[in-house]
Every structure is written in C-alpha cells, then in structure tokens.
C-alpha cells in the first residue's frame, strides 16, 4: 500500500482513507486555489464520500505580501493607500480604520464636518460591500440575475466615489487629520439618486424570499451555532447572523454614530440565509443612516489645523520660515506619534477591522498589525462545510464573504 | 472595571502577574509567560471576567526598539467579553533564548491559526500546538519576516506546493477515519 502522506503518491492512487464502519473510499478534491467561486485565491482540500464533505483543510497565502512589513520602512501617511488593497471592496473603511488609529495615537481631534464626510463614505462603502457579497454570494448559488440588481447600482456608487475622489476602488480619500477633500458640488444630489435606485434594487431583491429554490440552498445550511462564533473570534454581519447583537457602532460608538437612528439587524440560527439577510437589512440601515448624515453634516473645515499632521497654507510657506519649515518637516519627516503602543478598532463592512500600531517615536510605524475581521470567519471555514455538499460549500464561502486582500495582507 | 481585572487577577495568581497600565483607554496587564495559559484560561472561565474572545495576537520583536532593554520579544494577546463589554489586553515577554510559550490553542478555535500566524512572521514557538506550521508565507520559505534582522529586500525562490495531506491525515483522524 503506498503512503497517501506522499503528495507523489495521494494524486495518482489516492482514496487511502477508509472510513471505519463504511469502508466506502474517499475522494479528495481541491476546491481552489483558483477556482470561479472562490473570489480569491483560497484553497480549501476536501475529502468526499459520495458528495458530501467529510472532511476539509484549508490554506492561505496566496495573496500574502507583506503589508506589516511594508508598514514599517514607509511613513504614516505611505501607508494609507496600502490599507486601501486590504478589504479592497470597501477601500475607505481601511483608510478611516488607519486614520482614526494614528489620530488616537497623536491625540488629534478631526473637525465635525470631516468626521461626518468620513461617516458618510464609510457607510456608502458598507453598502457597496454588503452588495457585492450578496450579488456574488447569489451567482454561486445559480442566480446569476441577482446579480444585474446589485452590481448596477454597485456601479453607480462607484460613479459618485470616482468624482469624489478620483478612484473607483482604491480611494485613498482619508488623510491623517481628516479628508483628502471637501465634497463635490452637487454630491448631494447624486447621492439622493443613487440611494433611491439602492433602495429600489434591494426591495426587489428581498422577493428572493418567496423564491423557493434559494430557500432550500440557504436554509438550515452550514449553521454556525452562537457559542461557535464566539469560540472563532467572529465579529461584524457574521457575529450578528448567529444572533449576536454585538456592533462597534452601538457599543463602542465612535464618530457621530451616537447622533444616528439605526437599528442593528441580529440572525437567529446563522445558517446562510441568515448572513445574506442581516446583510441586506444593514444595506437598508445604511441608507438611513446616510440621509440623516446629509441632513445633519455640517459646514467648516475638512481637515485640522494641527501643525503635526496638516501642511500650513501656500501663503505660510512661501511667506514665513515656520511655515517653510513646517512644510519641509512634514515631507521629509512625516508625523511622528510619540512612542506607544494602540489597538484602535472600527465596524468595517466585515466586522471589527482593528490596527495594532508600535511607534518608537521615528517617522516609520515600528510594527503594525492588522486584525482583517475575515482571517477569523475564514479560520471556521472548514467545520461549517464538513457534512455538507460540495454546492453547500460555496455558496457558505460567499456569505462569509473572504476578501483575500485582507485575509492575507 | 479596568482595575479589577489585574486584582482579581492578582488575588488568583499573585506574583504570576506582574504590572498593568492603561494605553489609550484599555488595560494591559503584563503577566509571566509560564502561567499565560492558566491565566487566560481563568479569564475565560470565571464568571467576573468571562473573556470569551480572542480578538488578536499580537507577536513582537523589539530587536530595533530605541533604548530597549529586557527580553526581546513580546506577545500582546487582545481579549473581550461579549458579555460584560469590556477588553483587556495580556502581554508577556519572551526571551530569545527562550522563546517557547504555552499554547492556548485549546481555549479559542482561532487561536490555531493566530498562533500558526504569530509562528511564522515573528518565529514563536506554542508548546502543545497541534499542528504548528506556517500559514501566511510558502512551506519552503526560511527565516521569519517580521522580525528586525529579516531584511525587507530579501527574496527567496519557492516553487513546490503543499500537498495539505498531513493536516487532512490529522483530520481524518478525529473524525474516526482510520488510514
């Protein structure tokens, strides 16, 4: 009998395994790493009796490239735009979860207007992520016209973003101390528009709930009890579908969230229907939240006025030598956080996004650590599709909705 | 809240718990690392602390750190309570020389790939780590990247895949397959 523990050997004869009582062979079958339904590059190793899954192994790092590391040869600013390829579907979130990181570290207070443009376009990118993993999570189950609903609007958002900030996914529109830009001209009622279609495009995708064939793919499928979720360190939509009401937002509110009205819509059993539905509800959340935000934003400055961060007017620079010398200390230096150590946290679109920042005083971050809230859904992965079908698979991989820029940093 | 945590603590393990601070907001108490299983055990356990989750693990080399002195690594592990709300942060540190800690891979599900993470980027060692092996850089890869000496520049060549086999073996076994 040849050893299956030798890779040579488990592709040509493999089904070495025997089950105890059966005595039926396994199949094993790679499911990734790149593979249509995997979004991504993951891979997840399954040994199949018939079509069921019985057992599964999964691998990372695929997509590894050093992001902590690259973190600490660049500035604080430098590595915003790095933070933008983590989640890279909701690109702003990162940004605002670095920003509020360093701001914490440097003890700087944004003006009211920045912190409710950051609000506004965090919520917008909630939106546009719980969208694109419902949309896509819906065309591995075999939906593929739900798909049209949610990524048409998808785009129109993208359109109000690349006006905003010149960049549909990569925005890098935060900067330590606020934001990049004041909002356009307009903007307002651009978004208006878009909302609406939003609005529109969800309540015609919530008829999936007479739709009997996604009932059965969804329900009662991969459930993830609450004491396992918990046990994985789960956070964000995933927590909450295995009914957790537990959101950052409410209670461990930041920015102007303690102003707003919303509701934090909690699963009950956490099956898939479950983590596709809290998703779709928050999508609704999101949109009031954002109306309430246009309502309330209000005038002033975007960015503060603090020298260690923001660079003095054109008239300081050319015309005094401390504004001169701001200018260059901030170019060629940087901001430099006094020596500490943070954990900042924010409610990303996926769950707790948390930064770990060292300063040793330099220009440079001495270490950052990035806590990506799906490395922890994607560490559960293999329990919840043991016993089920292959299909069950991949649709259970979309609702956990992994982002490999961010699972692997 | 935040002072009770290193009493109780204190009370329970006495001189295993060596001092806390508070940075930005949240506690961090620094514990010796013979006991860290034990003592996170007991805040998972005990119906004051209850901290049922791991939020990260942090591994840290200080090689580099200005005026350093003292053990070369630390390890902040980040927990909260979903139930009392609160977070606490424990940190050990680890010497070079001996850079085994226990493991707490029984205690939190993701603490095996949190620990498998902090392994191979920083080069800890978890005693008692059922299957402690690299996860975010190649199987062939040589030398732990985020530590200090590994310079940033530094390429290696990696080409053959894993094959996964000794984790399914593993896993098959717990699940009553026999080979």
């Known amino acids: ?409 | 809240m935040s002072l009770d945590i290193f009493q109780l603590l204190k009370t329970r393990f006495g001189d295993q718990i060596l001092e806390s601070q508070i940075r930005f907001g949240q506690t961090e108490i620094e514990v010796s690392p013979e006991s860290i299983a034990q003592i996170i055990e007991h805040l998972l356990t005990s119906p004051e602390t209850q901290m049922n989750q791991l939020l990260d693990l942090v591994a840290i080399d200080y090689l580099q750190y200005p005026n350093w002195h003292g053990p070369r690594f630390s390890i902040v592990y980040l927990l909260r309570s979903l139930i009392s709300k609160c977070r606490v942060n424990i940190r050990i540190r680890v010497a070079e020389e001996s850079i085994s800690v226990p493991s707490i891979s029984k205690l939190y599900k993701n603490a095996n790939w949190l620990e498998r993470e902090a392994f191979d980027q920083v080069g800890i060692r978890f005693l008692g780590h059922p299957n402690l092996k690299r996860i975010l850089n190649h199987h062939e890869f040589i030398g732990h990247p985020l530590r200090k000496d590994y310079p940033i520049t530094r390429r290696q060549w990696l080409s053959e895949n894993e094959s996964l086999m000794d984790e399914m073996a593993m896993r098959l076994k717990e699940k009553g397959y026999t080979l």
């Open chain 1, 1 to 409: 009998m040849t050893n299956p523990l030798n890779p040579e050997n488990y592709e040509a004869t493999g089904l070495e395994f025997q089950a105890e009582n059966t005595q039926s062979n396994l199949t094993f079958v790679n499911l990734g790493p790149s593979h249509p339904a995997t979004h991504g590059t993951l891979r997840a190793l399954c040994a199949l009796e018939g079509e069921t899954i019985v057992a599964a192994v999964t691998e990372i790092g695929y997509l590894h490239r050093g992001f902590e590391k690259d973190a600490e040869v660049h500035t604080y600013q430098q590595v915003i735009p790095y933070t933008d390829r983590l989640n890279y579907v909701s690109a702003i979130m990162n940004n605002v979860g670095w920003c509020k990181a360093i701001e914490r570290m440097l003890e700087i207070t944004i003006p009211p207007r920045a912190v409710y443009i950051r609000v506004l376009t965090s919520e917008l990118n909630r939106i546009i992520d719980h969208l694109v993993c419902v949309g896509a999570n819906l065309v591995d189950i075999g939906g593929l016209s739900n798909f049209w609903y949610t990524f048409n609007v998808r785009e129109k958002v993208y359109d109000i973003l690349e006006k905003l900030c010149g960049a549909r996914l990569t925005s890098s529109y935060m900067r330590l101390g606020g934001v990049a830009h004041d909002l356009y001209e307009g903007f307002e009622n651009d978004l208006k528009v878009v909302l609406k279609e939003i609005w529109q495009s969800v309540k015609q995708f919530s008829k999936l709930n007479n739709n009997k064939i996604f009932l059965n793919r969804t329900r009662n499928i991969c459930v993830v009890p609450k004491e396992m979720a918990i046990a994985y360190g789960w956070t964000g939509p995933t927590l909450r579908a295995s009914g957790i009401n537990y959101d950052l937002r409410k209670e461990e509110p930041y920015y102007c969230y303690p102003d707003l009205e919303f509701e934090v819509p909690v699963g009950t059993i956490g099956d898939i229907y479950d983590r596709i539905f809290v998703r779709m509800l928050e999508i609704e959340e999101s949109i009031h939240m954002i109306e309430q935000l246009l309502k309330k934003i209000p005038t002033g400055p975007v960015f503060t006025e603090d020298k260690r961060v923001a660079l003095p007017p054109k008239t300081q620079t050319y015309g005094n030598i401390e504004g001169l010398m701001n200018h260059f200390k901030l170019i060629i230096h940087g901001v430099c956080p006094d020596q500490g150590e943070i954990y900042d946290v924010t409610e990303s679109a996926n769950g707790e996004l948390g930064f770990y920042v060292i300063s040793d005083g330099g220009k440079n971050p001495y270490r950052v650590k990035c806590r990506p809230p799906c490395f922890m859904n994607f560490a559960a992965y293999h329990e919840m599709i043991e016993g089920h079908l292959i299909a069950d698979a991949i649709a259970n991989l979309g609702s956990i909705n992994i982002i490999a820029g961010e699972l692997d940093r």
